[in-house]
T-cell receptor, first 112, second 113 residues
C-alpha cells in the first residue's frame, strides 16, 4: 500500500541549510507536497512538485525529486528560528478523488 | 487570502458524550477532507467529499463517527459517543481536486476526559 516515511528529528544551527528527507512507495504518485505545522496550528502548504519535475525552487526553499529512488527532499537555505516546526511530506495520485497520504513529520529545531 | 474556517477551536468533553465539529471550506473548492491527527503523528484521512458525496470513508469508525456535507459547501463531523482514544486534533481541508494542494484550517483540538 501507499506509505510515506520521514526521519523524526533534525537539528541545525541558525543560518545553516536544513535538508529534510522523505521516501514514498506509490510509483503512481503524481504530486508531492511539503507542509509546515507550527504548534497548535493547522498545516500550511509550503510547496509542491509534479512528478515530471526533478527540482523546484521558491525563495529559500528547494525541492528535489528522485523518482527512480522515490526520494523527495526539502532544503531550507539560511535557516531561521521561525523555521522551527514540524514538516510533513505528502503524496497523491492524480484523479478527481485523489487521496493525500502524509508522513509522520520531521521536527526541525534550530540551535543558536 | 481565503481560508478554511473551523469551529470550535478547542473542545473538552466527557467520554460517552456527543461532539460535533464544523468546517467551511474555501469558496469554490469541491473537495473537502476531514483528517485526524494524533499528537506526534501525521494526519490520517477520516473522510473525503466530492461536492456532497462521500468518495472515501474507509478509515472512518462508522459505529461512532458520522460526517455530512449536505449542500456541498460546509461540513459537520460528529462523534457519538466520544471515547478517550478520540482525543486528537481534527483538521479540515479543502482543494479544487485533481491533485491540487490541500488548504487546511487551524483544526479543532478535542480532549475527552
Amino acid at each position: 500500500g501507499e506509505d510515506v516515511e520521514q526521519s523524526l528529528f533534525l537539528s541545525v544551527r541558525e543560518g545553516d541549510s536544513s535538508v529534510i528527507n522523505c521516501t514514498y512507495t506509490d510509483s503512481s504518485s503524481t504530486y508531492l507536497y511539503w507542509y509546515k505545522q507550527e504548534p497548535g496550528a493547522g498545516l500550511q502548504l509550503l510547496t509542491y512538485i509534479f512528478s515530471n519535475m526533478d527540482m523546484k525552487q521558491d525563495q529559500r526553499l528547494t525541492v528535489l525529486l528522485n523518482k527512480k529512488d522515490k526520494h523527495l527532499s526539502l532544503r531550507i537555505a539560511d535557516t531561521q528560528t521561525g523555521d522551527s516546526a514540524i514538516y510533513f511530506c505528502a503524496e497523491s495520485a492524480y484523479s478527481s478523488a485523489s487521496k493525500i497520504i502524509f508522513g509522520s513529520g520531521t521536527r526541525l529545531s534550530i540551535r543558536p | 487570502e481565503a481560508e478554511v474556517a473551523q469551529s470550535p477551536r478547542y473542545k473538552i468533553t466527557e467520554k460517552s458524550q456527543a461532539v460535533a465539529f464544523w468546517c467551511d471550506p474555501i469558496s469554490g473548492h469541491a473537495t473537502l477532507y476531514w483528517y485526524r491527527q494524533i499528537l506526534g503523528q501525521g494526519p490520517e484521512l477520516l473522510v473525503q467529499f466530492q461536492d456532497e458525496s462521500v468518495v472515501d470513508d474507509s478509515q472512518l469508525p462508522k459505529d461512532r463517527f458520522s460526517a455530512e456535507r449536505l449542500k456541498g459547501v460546509d461540513s459537520t463531523l460528529k462523534i457519538q459517543p466520544a471515547e478517550l482514544g478520540d482525543s486528537a486534533m481534527y483538521l479540515c481541508a479543502s482543494s479544487l481536486g485533481g491533485g491540487s494542494p490541500l488548504h487546511f484550517g487551524n483544526g479543532t483540538r478535542l480532549t475527552v476526559t
